[in-house]
Structures are given as structure tokens and as C-alpha cells.
Nanobody, 119 residues
Framework: QVQLVESGGGLVQPGGSLRLSCAASGSIRSITTMGWYRQAPGKQRELVATITSEGSANYAHSMKDRFTISRDNAKNTVYLQMNSLKPEDTAVYYC?????????????WGQGTQVTVSS
């Protein structure tokens, strides 16, 4: 079994910051890409950012200047530093990881953490 456990969501005022964390645990042989997606009410899930095991990051265009993704491979943990938050950033943020348990890579998702940006 593999679990992705997110933390760090909450309520923040516009212009504020939050840091999300996601730790993968369980029977893990290797992890390639980790990342974050988000889903706002009434909208489709969208990419926020991804990062490879080598540290190569990819961002959605609208978040590139405000969000920073990072990763600790030794801890199987991915982070998302979110600055200058806007009300439109309000969404459930989901952690993603592509994990090898035996000899095949599969996609895994966390349960989601709510981020609300409001005054």
C-alpha cells in the first residue's frame, strides 16, 4: 500500500502565504514525478506544478511567479510554497506522485487539502 498525506492547507488573507507538504509512505521502490494539482468548485482539476526526482520543475503559467515547488527525495516529500495568494487560488489542492512499488509505475493521489483565500 502507498499513501500520500497532505498538510498545510487553511484559510489565508489575500496576499498571504501558505506552504503545503505531501509525504509518500508505504511500499515504495522509486518515485519519479511528484506534484500538485488543484480543483476549484465547479471547475476541472488543473495542474499547479510538478517536479522530477532530479529537481526539474514545471509550473502552470499563471502560478509560475508566485508558487515554488520543491522536494526532499530522502523523505519522499514534496512541498508547495504559495505566495501572494489571490481569492482565485481557492481550491482543494491534491498531491500527485508517480511511484514504482514492484516493477511498474502507477499514479497516486492524496486526499486533498483545502486552501481558502479570503478576507
Amino acid at each position: 500500500q502507498v499513501q500520500l498525506v497532505e498538510s498545510g492547507g487553511g484559510l489565508v488573507q489575500p496576499g498571504g502565504s501558505l506552504r503545503l507538504s505531501c509525504a509518500a509512505s508505504g511500499s515504495i521502490r522509486s518515485i519519479t514525478t511528484m506534484g500538485w494539482y488543484r480543483q476549484a468548485p465547479g471547475k476541472q482539476r488543473e495542474l499547479v506544478a510538478t517536479i522530477t526526482s532530479e529537481g526539474s520543475a514545471n509550473y502552470a503559467h499563471s502560478m509560475k511567479d508566485r508558487f515554488t515547488i520543491s522536494r526532499d527525495n530522502a523523505k519522499n516529500t514534496v512541498y508547495l510554497q504559495m505566495n501572494s495568494l489571490k481569492p482565485e487560488d481557492t481550491a482543494v489542492y491534491y498531491c500527485y506522485a508517480r511511484i514504482m512499488r514492484t516493477w511498474v509505475f502507477d499514479d497516486y493521489w492524496g486526499q486533498g487539502t483545502q486552501v481558502t483565500v479570503s478576507s
